[in-house]
Protein backbone atom coordinates (compact mmCIF):
# COMPACT_ATOMS: atom_id res chain seq x y z
CA UNK A 1 0.00 0.00 0.00
CA UNK A 2 1.37 3.05 -1.22
CA UNK A 3 1.85 6.62 1.12
CA UNK A 4 -0.87 8.24 -0.10
CA UNK A 5 -3.45 5.14 0.12
CA UNK A 6 -1.72 4.69 3.83
CA UNK A 7 -3.11 8.10 4.46
CA UNK A 8 -6.65 8.54 3.03
CA UNK A 9 -7.32 4.87 4.79
CA UNK A 10 -6.33 6.81 8.00
CA UNK A 11 -7.85 9.98 7.68
CA UNK A 12 -9.76 10.00 10.80
CA UNK A 13 -6.28 9.62 12.73
CA UNK A 14 -5.39 12.16 10.66
CA UNK A 15 -8.70 14.78 11.12
CA UNK A 16 -8.53 13.66 14.97
CA UNK A 17 -4.88 15.56 14.97
CA UNK A 18 -5.93 18.61 13.20
CA UNK A 19 -8.18 19.16 15.84
CA UNK A 20 -6.44 17.99 18.32
CA UNK A 21 -3.87 21.07 16.91
CA UNK A 22 -6.99 23.96 17.13
CA UNK A 23 -8.15 22.80 20.16
CA UNK A 24 -4.75 23.59 21.66
CA UNK A 25 -4.70 26.96 19.51
CA UNK A 26 -7.98 27.94 20.40
CA UNK A 27 -8.75 26.21 23.97
CA UNK A 28 -8.68 29.94 25.53
CA UNK A 29 -10.60 31.88 23.50
CA UNK A 30 -13.54 28.74 23.45
CA UNK A 31 -13.57 29.22 27.32
CA UNK A 32 -13.84 32.82 27.04
CA UNK A 33 -16.99 32.13 24.69
CA UNK A 34 -18.78 30.19 27.61
CA UNK A 35 -20.47 27.19 28.32
CA UNK A 36 -22.64 26.88 25.23
CA UNK A 37 -19.37 27.07 23.06
CA UNK A 38 -17.11 24.69 25.65
CA UNK A 39 -20.31 22.23 25.30
CA UNK A 40 -20.11 22.21 21.89
CA UNK A 41 -16.43 22.22 22.02
CA UNK A 42 -16.41 18.66 23.85
CA UNK A 43 -19.20 16.96 21.93
CA UNK A 44 -16.86 17.67 18.64
CA UNK A 45 -14.27 16.37 20.51
CA UNK A 46 -16.36 13.18 21.94
CA UNK A 47 -16.73 12.62 18.10
CA UNK A 48 -13.18 12.69 16.64
CA UNK A 49 -11.99 10.35 20.03
CA UNK A 50 -14.69 7.85 18.93
CA UNK A 51 -13.50 8.07 15.08
CA UNK A 52 -9.77 7.35 16.22
CA UNK A 53 -10.61 4.94 18.49
CA UNK A 54 -12.33 2.99 15.67
CA UNK A 55 -9.09 3.32 13.50
CA UNK A 56 -7.15 1.93 16.86
CA UNK A 57 -10.20 -0.63 16.97
CA UNK A 58 -9.46 -1.38 13.44
CA UNK A 59 -5.76 -2.04 13.81
CA UNK A 60 -6.59 -4.31 16.79
CA UNK A 61 -8.80 -5.85 15.03
CA UNK A 62 -6.46 -6.85 12.25
CA UNK A 63 -3.98 -8.17 15.03
CA UNK A 64 -6.70 -10.50 16.06
CA UNK A 65 -7.11 -11.80 12.89
CA UNK A 66 -3.77 -12.98 12.41
CA UNK A 67 -3.54 -14.53 16.05
CA UNK A 68 -6.97 -15.68 16.03
CA UNK A 69 -8.92 -16.90 19.44
CA UNK A 70 -8.38 -16.23 22.50
CA UNK A 71 -5.90 -13.64 21.58
CA UNK A 72 -7.04 -11.40 18.98
CA UNK A 73 -11.11 -10.84 21.31
CA UNK A 74 -7.63 -9.91 24.39
CA UNK A 75 -6.06 -7.81 22.03
CA UNK A 76 -9.55 -5.94 20.95
CA UNK A 77 -10.87 -5.62 24.66
CA UNK A 78 -7.03 -4.11 25.99
CA UNK A 79 -7.09 -1.39 23.00
CA UNK A 80 -10.98 -0.19 24.43
CA UNK A 81 -9.71 -0.35 28.13
CA UNK A 82 -6.44 1.55 27.93
CA UNK A 83 -8.26 4.05 25.97
CA UNK A 84 -10.53 4.42 28.84
CA UNK A 85 -7.79 4.05 31.70
CA UNK A 86 -6.04 7.25 29.41
CA UNK A 87 -9.22 9.39 29.21
CA UNK A 88 -9.82 8.61 32.82
CA UNK A 89 -6.57 9.17 34.17
CA UNK A 90 -6.37 12.35 32.67
CA UNK A 91 -9.85 13.60 33.78
CA UNK A 92 -8.61 12.62 37.26
CA UNK A 93 -6.22 14.96 37.28
CA UNK A 94 -8.92 17.51 36.57
CA UNK A 95 -11.81 18.99 38.90
CA UNK A 96 -13.36 15.59 38.42
CA UNK A 97 -15.81 14.06 40.55
CA UNK A 98 -14.44 11.81 43.26
CA UNK A 99 -17.09 8.67 41.89
CA UNK A 100 -15.96 9.51 38.56
CA UNK A 101 -14.21 6.05 38.03
CA UNK A 102 -17.01 4.04 39.89
CA UNK A 103 -19.84 5.47 37.72
CA UNK A 104 -17.73 5.17 34.49
CA UNK A 105 -16.84 1.16 35.70
CA UNK A 106 -20.49 0.85 36.58
CA UNK A 107 -21.85 2.33 32.75
CA UNK A 108 -19.22 0.21 30.92
CA UNK A 109 -20.58 -3.10 32.55
CA UNK A 110 -24.08 -2.29 32.14
CA UNK A 111 -23.20 -1.05 28.46
CA UNK A 112 -21.34 -4.18 27.52
CA UNK A 113 -23.02 -6.66 29.04
CA UNK A 114 -26.60 -4.96 28.75
CA UNK A 115 -25.90 -3.02 25.96
CA UNK A 116 -23.80 -4.80 23.44
CA UNK A 117 -24.49 -8.29 24.28
CA UNK A 118 -27.76 -7.95 24.81
CA UNK A 119 -28.19 -5.88 21.30
CA UNK A 120 -26.09 -8.44 19.62
CA UNK A 121 -28.05 -11.43 21.11
CA UNK A 122 -31.10 -10.05 20.23
CA UNK A 123 -30.70 -9.12 16.01
CA UNK A 124 -28.40 -12.37 16.03
CA UNK A 125 -31.07 -14.57 17.36
CA UNK A 126 -33.63 -13.02 15.12
CA UNK A 127 -31.61 -13.27 11.63
CA UNK A 128 -30.25 -17.07 13.20
CA UNK A 129 -32.21 -18.21 15.75
CA UNK A 130 -30.58 -19.99 18.04
CA UNK A 131 -26.34 -18.68 18.28
CA UNK A 132 -24.33 -21.24 19.75
CA UNK A 133 -21.24 -20.22 21.49
CA UNK A 134 -18.65 -22.18 24.42
CA UNK A 135 -20.38 -22.42 27.34
CA UNK A 136 -17.44 -22.53 29.73
CA UNK A 137 -16.19 -18.87 28.33
CA UNK A 138 -19.76 -17.36 29.73
CA UNK A 139 -19.27 -19.23 33.49
CA UNK A 140 -16.18 -18.26 33.03
CA UNK A 141 -16.15 -14.99 32.85
CA UNK A 142 -19.44 -14.01 34.96
CA UNK A 143 -18.06 -15.81 37.82
CA UNK A 144 -14.82 -13.49 37.55
CA UNK A 145 -16.62 -10.44 36.96
CA UNK A 146 -18.75 -10.84 39.82
CA UNK A 147 -15.70 -11.78 42.21
CA UNK A 148 -13.61 -8.91 40.64
CA UNK A 149 -17.15 -6.50 40.87
CA UNK A 150 -17.61 -7.62 44.85
CA UNK A 151 -14.10 -7.30 45.98
CA UNK A 152 -13.59 -3.24 44.31
CA UNK A 153 -17.16 -2.00 44.37
CA UNK A 154 -19.57 -3.82 46.71
CA UNK A 155 -17.64 -4.65 49.78
CA UNK A 156 -15.89 -0.81 49.79
CA UNK A 157 -19.16 0.50 51.31
CA UNK A 158 -18.14 -1.58 54.89
CA UNK A 159 -14.35 -0.26 55.03
CA UNK A 160 -13.93 2.86 57.60
CA UNK A 161 -12.85 5.65 55.69
CA UNK A 162 -9.60 5.47 57.99
CA UNK A 163 -8.53 2.22 56.86
CA UNK A 164 -9.39 2.80 52.97
CA UNK A 165 -6.18 3.23 52.38
CA UNK A 166 -5.06 -0.06 52.99
CA UNK A 167 -7.70 -2.15 51.12
CA UNK A 168 -7.03 -0.12 48.25
CA UNK A 169 -3.99 -1.38 48.42
CA UNK A 170 -5.40 -5.09 48.84
CA UNK A 171 -7.52 -4.53 46.42
CA UNK A 172 -4.76 -3.72 44.03
CA UNK A 173 -3.13 -6.53 44.56
CA UNK A 174 -5.97 -9.18 44.00
CA UNK A 175 -7.03 -7.44 40.52
CA UNK A 176 -3.37 -8.26 39.68
CA UNK A 177 -3.38 -11.71 41.06
CA UNK A 178 -6.97 -12.44 39.56
CA UNK A 179 -6.16 -10.99 35.76
CA UNK A 180 -2.71 -13.09 36.07
CA UNK A 181 -4.35 -15.93 36.81
CA UNK A 182 -7.09 -15.19 34.08
CA UNK A 183 -4.53 -14.73 31.42
CA UNK A 184 -2.78 -17.89 32.34
CA UNK A 185 -6.05 -19.79 31.49
CA UNK A 186 -6.69 -17.76 27.99
CA UNK A 187 -3.58 -18.51 26.51
CA UNK A 188 -2.48 -21.57 27.98
CA UNK A 189 -4.19 -24.95 29.30
CA UNK A 190 -8.13 -23.37 28.77
CA UNK A 191 -7.42 -21.39 26.37
CA UNK A 192 -10.17 -23.62 24.89
CA UNK A 193 -12.50 -21.97 26.75
CA UNK A 194 -12.86 -18.89 24.65
CA UNK A 195 -13.18 -20.51 21.42
CA UNK A 196 -16.06 -22.05 19.27
CA UNK A 197 -15.06 -24.64 16.13
CA UNK A 198 -17.53 -23.73 13.88
CA UNK A 199 -18.20 -25.48 10.79
CA UNK A 200 -15.78 -25.74 7.80
CA UNK A 201 -17.85 -24.05 5.20
CA UNK A 202 -18.14 -20.87 7.81
CA UNK A 203 -14.68 -20.78 8.93
CA UNK A 204 -13.39 -20.58 4.95
CA UNK A 205 -15.97 -17.38 4.49
CA UNK A 206 -14.37 -15.77 7.42
CA UNK A 207 -11.02 -16.34 5.50
CA UNK A 208 -12.20 -15.25 2.62
CA UNK A 209 -13.46 -11.81 4.23
CA UNK A 210 -10.07 -10.37 4.63
CA UNK A 211 -9.32 -6.68 5.28
CA UNK A 212 -7.46 -6.93 2.30
CA UNK A 213 -3.67 -4.91 1.72
CA UNK A 214 -3.23 -3.66 5.53
CA UNK A 215 0.22 -3.44 6.22
CA UNK A 216 2.23 -5.47 8.13
CA UNK A 217 1.88 -6.33 11.68
CA UNK A 218 4.13 -3.87 12.99
CA UNK A 219 2.54 -0.95 11.17
CA UNK A 220 -0.76 -1.99 12.83
CA UNK A 221 1.22 -1.63 16.47
CA UNK A 222 2.37 1.53 15.17
CA UNK A 223 -1.07 3.09 14.19
CA UNK A 224 -2.17 1.56 17.56
CA UNK A 225 0.33 3.36 19.63
CA UNK A 226 0.28 6.17 17.63
CA UNK A 227 -4.06 6.40 18.08
CA UNK A 228 -3.42 6.12 22.07
CA UNK A 229 -1.10 9.29 22.34
CA UNK A 230 -4.12 10.74 19.91
CA UNK A 231 -6.92 10.05 21.94
CA UNK A 232 -4.99 10.81 24.99
CA UNK A 233 -3.90 14.85 23.94
CA UNK A 234 -8.04 15.13 22.73
CA UNK A 235 -9.24 13.63 26.10
CA UNK A 236 -7.35 16.54 28.29
CA UNK A 237 -8.86 19.09 25.85
CA UNK A 238 -12.07 17.45 26.25
CA UNK A 239 -12.15 16.86 29.95
CA UNK A 240 -11.57 20.70 30.39
CA UNK A 241 -14.60 21.96 27.67
CA UNK A 242 -16.99 19.31 29.38
CA UNK A 243 -16.14 20.52 33.32
CA UNK A 244 -16.70 24.09 31.93
CA UNK A 245 -19.40 23.30 29.55
CA UNK A 246 -21.97 21.17 32.45
CA UNK A 247 -20.78 23.49 35.19
CA UNK A 248 -23.59 24.67 37.12
CA UNK A 249 -26.12 23.18 34.87
CA UNK A 250 -27.37 20.27 36.74
CA UNK A 251 -26.67 17.49 34.43
CA UNK A 252 -26.78 14.21 36.04
CA UNK A 253 -23.23 13.70 37.64
CA UNK A 254 -22.79 9.88 35.50
CA UNK A 255 -23.11 11.86 32.56
CA UNK A 256 -19.40 12.15 32.11
CA UNK A 257 -18.98 8.31 33.13
CA UNK A 258 -21.37 7.57 30.08
CA UNK A 259 -19.70 9.82 27.89
CA UNK A 260 -16.71 8.21 29.10
CA UNK A 261 -17.66 4.51 28.85
CA UNK A 262 -19.31 5.01 25.58
CA UNK A 263 -16.29 6.47 23.97
CA UNK A 264 -13.67 3.44 25.12
CA UNK A 265 -16.87 0.93 24.05
CA UNK A 266 -18.00 2.25 20.49
CA UNK A 267 -15.17 0.62 18.35
CA UNK A 268 -16.65 -2.74 20.17
CA UNK A 269 -20.29 -2.34 20.10
CA UNK A 270 -19.60 -2.61 15.84
CA UNK A 271 -16.85 -5.41 16.23
CA UNK A 272 -19.56 -7.10 18.61
CA UNK A 273 -22.61 -6.53 16.34
CA UNK A 274 -21.22 -7.49 13.29
CA UNK A 275 -19.95 -11.15 14.81
CA UNK A 276 -23.45 -11.81 15.81
CA UNK A 277 -24.96 -10.87 12.54
CA UNK A 278 -22.61 -13.39 11.01
CA UNK A 279 -23.71 -15.76 13.20
CA UNK A 280 -20.36 -15.94 15.52
CA UNK A 281 -21.45 -15.21 18.53
CA UNK A 282 -18.57 -16.21 20.07
CA UNK A 283 -16.69 -13.26 19.37
CA UNK A 284 -19.30 -11.53 20.57
CA UNK A 285 -19.45 -12.96 24.26
CA UNK A 286 -15.48 -12.84 24.31
CA UNK A 287 -15.77 -9.29 23.14
CA UNK A 288 -18.69 -8.36 25.69
CA UNK A 289 -17.87 -10.40 28.61
CA UNK A 290 -13.96 -9.75 28.02
CA UNK A 291 -14.59 -6.17 27.85
CA UNK A 292 -16.17 -6.23 31.00
CA UNK A 293 -13.78 -7.77 32.89
CA UNK A 294 -11.15 -6.00 31.64
CA UNK A 295 -12.52 -2.78 32.38
CA UNK A 296 -13.08 -3.80 35.99
CA UNK A 297 -9.92 -5.84 37.16
CA UNK A 298 -7.12 -3.52 34.97
CA UNK A 299 -9.03 0.00 35.35
CA UNK A 300 -9.50 -0.32 39.09
CA UNK A 301 -6.13 -1.11 40.02
CA UNK A 302 -4.66 1.63 37.92
CA UNK A 303 -7.03 4.42 39.54
CA UNK A 304 -6.60 2.98 42.84
CA UNK A 305 -3.21 3.13 42.24
CA UNK A 306 -3.28 6.49 40.93
CA UNK A 307 -5.28 8.19 44.03
CA UNK A 308 -3.14 6.53 46.53
CA UNK A 309 0.02 7.98 45.03
CA UNK A 310 -2.06 11.89 44.43
CA UNK A 311 -3.79 11.25 47.96
CA UNK A 312 -7.37 12.48 45.31
CA UNK A 313 -10.64 11.89 46.71
CA UNK A 314 -11.99 8.53 45.68
CA UNK A 315 -15.07 6.72 46.27
CA UNK A 316 -15.60 2.93 44.48
CA UNK A 317 -18.73 1.58 46.76
CA UNK A 318 -21.31 1.43 44.71
CA UNK A 319 -24.58 3.38 45.52
CA UNK A 320 -27.69 1.16 46.08
CA UNK A 321 -29.24 1.64 43.00
CA UNK A 322 -25.81 0.45 40.87
CA UNK A 323 -25.71 -2.65 43.33
CA UNK A 324 -29.41 -3.14 42.54
CA UNK A 325 -28.63 -3.35 38.57
CA UNK A 326 -25.28 -5.01 38.46
CA UNK A 327 -26.33 -8.08 41.14
CA UNK A 328 -29.77 -8.57 38.33
CA UNK A 329 -27.43 -8.32 35.12
CA UNK A 330 -24.85 -10.83 36.49
CA UNK A 331 -27.79 -13.09 37.42
CA UNK A 332 -29.21 -12.52 34.10
CA UNK A 333 -25.82 -13.31 32.29
CA UNK A 334 -25.88 -16.30 34.41
CA UNK A 335 -28.87 -17.36 33.83
CA UNK A 336 -28.58 -16.56 29.73
CA UNK A 337 -25.19 -17.68 29.27
CA UNK A 338 -25.63 -21.35 30.85
CA UNK A 339 -26.58 -23.09 27.90
CA UNK A 340 -24.10 -22.70 24.71
CA UNK A 341 -26.94 -21.00 23.10
CA UNK A 342 -28.12 -17.47 22.91
CA UNK A 343 -31.66 -16.48 21.18
CA UNK A 344 -33.44 -13.25 20.81
CA UNK A 345 -35.37 -13.49 24.32
CA UNK A 346 -32.42 -13.41 25.99
CA UNK A 347 -30.84 -10.63 24.09
CA UNK A 348 -33.87 -8.51 24.58
CA UNK A 349 -33.91 -9.17 28.23
CA UNK A 350 -30.25 -7.59 28.19
CA UNK A 351 -31.43 -4.62 26.27
CA UNK A 352 -34.44 -4.12 28.27
CA UNK A 353 -32.01 -3.47 31.09
CA UNK A 354 -29.52 -1.26 29.38
CA UNK A 355 -32.83 0.80 29.05
CA UNK A 356 -33.56 0.73 32.52
CA UNK A 357 -30.03 1.91 33.01
CA UNK A 358 -30.52 4.66 31.18
CA UNK A 359 -33.65 5.99 32.45
CA UNK A 360 -32.19 5.66 36.05
CA UNK A 361 -29.09 7.80 34.63
CA UNK A 362 -31.54 10.28 32.97
CA UNK A 363 -32.75 10.83 36.33
CA UNK A 364 -29.68 10.90 38.13
CA UNK A 365 -29.68 8.14 39.57
Known sequence: MGIVSRLKTERYLLIAIAVGVAAFLSEHAIMEMGQGAALIAAAALVVTIVLASMRVAHHAEILAIKVGD???????????????????????????????????????????????????????????????????????YGVMILTAIGISMIVPEFVPDEKWHYYSAFTIVAMIALYALFLRM????????????????????????????????????????????????????????????????????????????????????????????????????????????????????????????????FIMAMTPVQTVMVTITLIAAAINLNDGETNAIEGMTHFILFATFLMLASLGL
Open 186 to 313: QVGQHSYFFSYSYPRAERKQDASEDHGDEGSTAVSIATILAGVVVIGALAEFMSAFMTTGLKDTGAPIGLTALVVATISAAPEILTALRAALKNRMQATVNIAMGASLSTVILTVPVMEAIALYTGQP
Open 70 to 140: PYGTMILTLSAVAVEVIILAIMMSGESSPTLVRDTIYSALMLDINGILGLAALLGGLKHGEQPYNDNSGKT
